[in-house]
C-alpha cells in the first residue's frame, strides 16, 4: 500500500523526556516536511528535507531536531527544550519533480503527562 | 512570508444546502491545495489547483492566480462534509497554511 505511514498514533510523555516521531514514506517523493497543529488552528512547519543528509528550519523548530539518513525517512525528535509540545503532528512530502502537491500522514497526538 | 486567510471561519449549515469558502493569499504561488481535516484529524487531498478550475463530484475548485485567491464549492451538502477546510500555498518555499473553515452539516 502506497503513503505515508506515521507511528505511533498516540504518545505519551512525562516531562524532561525525549521522544521520537516516526514518519515513512513508499512514495520516492524527494521532499519531506514536519508541521505541527494545536487546537482550532492550522498548520505551522516544524522542518523540512528536500534531500537526504540535508535539512531546512521551519517556522517553530525551537525544541524540535530532525534527520533525512534515508530517502524514505524523516524522523521528528521533540526535546525537553520544546516548552509546549502537546500538539497533533503530521508529516507530509512531496515530489519536487512531479509538481509540488503533498501529501499527509495520518498525524501523531503528543500528549506530555 | 506568504499570508493565507480563509472565510468565513466557522458554517453551520443543512444537510442538502450548496456553499462557497474563499482563500486569499498574499503573494504569487506554484501550488495550491485544498485539503478536508476529518474527524480523526487526516488531511484528506480534495484540489490541486495553482490556476484554473476543477471538479470531482459535488466538490468543485477554482483559483483565480492574478487576482490571488481561490474558491471551494460544495454543493448539496452531507453530514460526512462536515471537518475543517484547510486551503495551503506554496511559492518555492514549503505549504503555508491558513487557519481553516470549519463546517458543519445538520441532518
Known amino acids: 500500500d502506497g503513503g505515508i505511514t506515521q507511528s505511533p498514533k498516540y504518545l505519551f510523555r512525562k516531562e524532561g523526556q525525549n521522544v521520537t516521531l516516526s514518519c515513512e514514506q513508499n512514495?520516492?517523493?524527494?521532499?519531506m516536511y514536519w508541521y505541527r497543529q494545536d487546537p482550532g488552528q492550522g498548520l505551522r512547519l516544524i522542518y523540512y528535507s528536500q534531500i537526504v543528509n540535508d535539512f531546512q528550519k521551519g517556522d517553530i523548530a525551537e525544541g524540535y531536531s530532525v534527520s533525512r539518513e534515508k530517502k524514505e525517512s524523516f524522523p521528528l525528535t521533540v526535546t525537553s527544550a520544546q516548552k509546549n509540545p502537546t500538539a497533533f503532528y503530521l508529516c507530509?512530502?512531496?515530489?519536487?519533480?512531479?509538481?509540488?502537491?503533498?501529501?499527509f500522514g495520518q498525524g501523531t497526538r503528543l500528549t506530555v503527562v | 512570508g506568504i499570508q493565507v486567510e480563509q472565510s468565513p471561519p466557522d458554517l453551520i449549515l443543512q444537510e442538502g444546502a450548496n456553499s462557497t469558502l474563499r482563500c486569499n493569499f498574499s503573494?504569487?504561488?506554484?501550488?495550491l491545495q485544498w485539503f478536508h481535516q476529518n474527524p480523526w484529524g487526516q488531511l484528506i487531498n480534495l484540489f490541486y489547483?495553482?490556476?484554473g478550475t476543477k471538479q470531482n463530484g459535488r466538490l468543485s475548485a477554482t483559483t483565480v492566480a492574478t487576482e490571488r485567491y481561490s474558491l471551494l464549492y460544495i454543493s448539496s451538502s452531507q453530514t460526512t462534509d462536515s471537518g475543517v477546510y484547510f486551503c495551503?500555498?506554496?511559492?518555492?518555499?514549503?505549504?503555508?497554511f491558513g487557519k481553516g473553515t470549519r463546517l458543519s452539516v445538520i441532518a
Open positions: 489547483i495553482p490556476s
Open positions: 507530509a512530502s512531496s515530489s519536487l519533480s512531479k509538481g509540488t502537491e503533498a501529501f
Open positions: 512514495l520516492n517523493h524527494d521532499a
Open positions: 503573494d504569487s504561488v506554484n501550488n
Open positions: 495551503a500555498v506554496s511559492g518555492n518555499t514549503p505549504l503555508v
